[in-house]
C-alpha cells in the first residue's frame, strides 16, 4: 500500500465528520473490549486494554474517553473490532490500523512504507520551536523526514517559516507528499518536500547559511538489535537501523547542518538511548559548533543532542566531505 492509497484505514472509523450516533439496542460494547483486551495480552502487545479502547474509538469516530457514551454498539462494530483485534495481535502497529499518528498539532497518515512517528518525538519538536520563539519568518530543514511530522507539526506552529523536508526514500516521500497536501488544505502553511540524501555534500546547496533550525530524526538503531515486531516487520529497514553502531548516518547530518545553518541556528538530532554522549561527542569535535548538549526523555535516557553554529561554514558552505571524514 502506498500514500495513494493507504490513507484508509483497515476498517474505516467513522472519520473526522464525527461520532457515530450510539444505538439504543444493539450488543454490549464491554464484553467486546475485555475480550480484545484479552487477546492483545496473549499475543504481548503492550498496554492492551488502553489499545482495543483506541481501536474501539476510531471505529466508533470518538476519543478514548468518549466510549462511554456508545454502552451498545452496532453488531457490524464488533464484527470490525474484532477484526481490529485479530490484526493487531498480529503485532501490525495500530497505527497502520487506524492509519495516523499525531505529532504536535497534527494528525499525519502513516501505513506501510513510512516509519510511524514517535511519542519521543515531540521532544525535539518542542525543542525547535522554542529555539524559533523570537525569530520571525524561519527557515527549517527537517532532514531525514519520513512521513513530513517534524516539518508539518513546525509548519502548523509557526505559519511564518519555510520549511524544507528531505527523504531519500521513494515510499517515505509519498506519504510526505501525502501529508503536506493534506495540511495544505486544512490551512497550514505549504512545506517543501525534497527527494534528496543527507550523504550527498550537495544537498539543498541553494539553501547554505539559511537555515535558523535543522532537525533531524535519523534512522539510528545498531544492525542486529532486537525490536519489537512492530518494528522489525512494518518500518521501513532503512528507516530503523544505521550500520552496526548506529551512527552511520550523524556525521553526515552535522556535516549537512554545518552547511545549511546560519551563525546561531540550531541542530536537534534524537539519538539512540546506547549512544549517551557519542553524538554530542561528535558535535563537539566541529569546531563551528557551540553549546553542544544531550538531553534525556522523559524516562531519563539520553535521546537528543544539540548544538548551535558559532562561526562561519566551509568555503563551499554545504559542510564539506573532509569534515564527515573526521567526524567518522
Ligand atoms: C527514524 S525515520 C524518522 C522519520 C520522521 N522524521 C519521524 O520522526 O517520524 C528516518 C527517516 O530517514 C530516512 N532516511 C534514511 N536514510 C536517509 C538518507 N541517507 N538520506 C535521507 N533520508 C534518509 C528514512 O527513509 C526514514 O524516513
Same mark, same amino acid.
Given at each position: 500500500?502506498?500514500?495513494?492509497?493507504?490513507?484508509?484505514?483497515?476498517?474505516?472509523?467513522?472519520?473526522?465528520?464525527?461520532a457515530r450516533?450510539?444505538?439504543?439496542?444493539?450488543?454490549?460494547?464491554?464484553?467486546?473490549?475485555?475480550e480484545?483486551?484479552?487477546?492483545l495480552?496473549?499475543?504481548?502487545?503492550?498496554?492492551a486494554?488502553?489499545?482495543?479502547?483506541?481501536?474501539?474509538?476510531?471505529?466508533?469516530g470518538?476519543?478514548?474517553?468518549?466510549?462511554?457514551?456508545?454502552?451498545?454498539v452496532?453488531?457490524?462494530?464488533?464484527d470490525?473490532?474484532g477484526?481490529?483485534?485479530?490484526?493487531r495481535a498480529?503485532?501490525?502497529?495500530?497505527q497502520?490500523?487506524t492509519?495516523t499518528?499525531?505529532?504536535?498539532?497534527?494528525?499525519?497518515?502513516?501505513?506501510?512504507?513510512v516509519?510511524?512517528?514517535?511519542?519521543?518525538?515531540?521532544?525535539?519538536?518542542?525543542?525547535?520551536?522554542?529555539?524559533l520563539r523570537?525569530?520571525?519568518?524561519p527557515? /527549517?530543514v527537517?532532514?531525514? @523526514?519520513?512521513s =513530513? &511530522?517534524? $516539518?508539518?507539526?513546525?509548519?502548523?506552529?509557526r505559519?511564518d #517559516?519555510?520549511v524544507?523536508?528531505?527523504?531519500?526514500?521513494?515510499?517515505?516521500?509519498?506519504?510526505?507528499?501525502?501529508?503536506?497536501?493534506?495540511?495544505r488544505?486544512l490551512?497550514?502553511?505549504?512545506?517543501e518536500?525534497?527527494a534528496?540524501d543527507?550523504?550527498?555534500?550537495?544537498l539543498?546547496?541553494?539553501?547554505?547559511?539559511?537555515?535558523?533550525?535543522?532537525?533531524?530524526?535519523p534512522?539510528y538503531?545498531?544492525?542486529?538489535?532486537?525490536?519489537?515486531?512492530?518494528?522489525?516487520?512494518?518500518d521501513?529497514?532503512?528507516?530503523?537501523?544505521?550500520?552496526?553502531d548506529?551512527?552511520?548516518?550523524?556525521p553526515?547530518?552535522?556535516?549537512?547542518?554545518?552547511?545549511?545553518?546560519?551563525?546561531g541556528?540550531?541542530?536537534? /538530532?534524537?539519538?539512540?538511548? @546506547?549512544?549517551g =554522549? &557519542?553524538? $554530542?561527542?561528535?558535535?563537539?569535535?566541529?569546531p563551528?559548533? #557551540?553549546?553542544?548538549?544531550?538531553?534525556?526523555?522523559?524516562?531519563g535516557r539520553?535521546r537528543?543532542?544539540?548544538?548551535?553554529l558559532s562561526?562561519?561554514?566551509?568555503?563551499a558552505?554545504?559542510?564539506?566531505?573532509?569534515?564527515?571524514?573526521?567526524l567518522?
Amino acid at each position: 500500500m502506498t500514500a495513494g492509497t493507504g490513507a484508509g484505514t483497515e476498517c474505516s472509523g467513522a472519520g473526522a465528520s464525527g461520532a457515530r450516533d450510539a444505538p439504543v439496542h444493539g450488543s454490549p460494547l464491554r464484553p467486546a473490549i475485555l475480550e480484545g483486551e484479552r487477546v492483545l495480552d496473549a499475543a504481548g502487545v503492550p498496554s492492551a486494554r488502553a489499545e482495543v479502547e483506541m481501536l474501539a474509538a476510531h471505529l466508533l469516530g470518538t476519543e478514548r474517553t468518549g466510549l462511554v457514551m456508545f454502552p451498545r454498539v452496532e453488531p457490524f462494530v464488533l464484527d470490525s473490532l474484532g477484526e481490529l483485534v485479530r490484526r493487531r495481535a498480529e503485532r501490525v502497529p495500530l497505527q497502520h490500523l487506524t492509519g495516523t499518528a499525531i505529532l504536535g498539532g497534527v494528525t499525519l497518515a502513516v501505513g506501510p512504507g513510512v516509519f510511524v512517528p514517535r511519542p519521543e518525538t515531540e521532544w525535539l519538536l518542542e525543542r525547535g520551536l522554542r529555539w524559533l520563539r523570537d525569530r520571525r519568518d524561519p527557515v /527549517v530543514v527537517d532532514l531525514c @523526514t519520513g512521513s =513530513g &511530522a517534524l $516539518a508539518l507539526a513546525l509548519a502548523h506552529e509557526r505559519p511564518d #517559516a519555510r520549511v524544507f523536508a528531505v527523504d531519500n526514500d521513494r515510499a517515505a516521500l509519498e506519504w510526505a507528499h501525502h501529508n503536506a497536501a493534506l495540511r495544505r488544505e486544512l490551512g497550514d502553511t505549504p512545506i517543501e518536500v525534497i527527494a534528496g540524501d543527507v550523504t550527498d555534500p550537495d544537498l539543498l546547496a541553494e539553501r547554505a547559511g539559511s537555515a535558523d533550525l535543522v532537525v533531524c530524526n535519523p534512522p539510528y538503531v545498531p544492525e542486529g538489535t532486537p525490536v519489537p515486531p512492530e518494528v522489525g516487520e512494518h518500518d521501513p529497514h532503512g528507516a530503523v537501523f544505521a550500520g552496526g553502531d548506529g551512527l552511520e548516518l550523524v556525521p553526515h547530518v552535522v556535516a549537512r547542518a554545518e552547511g545549511l545553518l546560519r551563525p546561531g541556528g540550531l541542530l536537534g /538530532v534524537e539519538h539512540d538511548e @546506547t549512544h549517551g =554522549g &557519542a553524538v $554530542a561527542a561528535l558535535m563537539r569535535r566541529r569546531p563551528t559548533l #557551540a553549546g553542544v548538549e544531550t538531553h534525556p526523555d522523559l524516562t531519563g535516557r539520553p535521546r537528543f543532542a544539540t548544538a548551535v553554529l558559532s562561526g562561519e561554514t566551509d568555503s563551499a558552505g554545504t559542510g564539506s566531505a573532509q569534515a564527515v571524514d573526521e567526524l567518522a
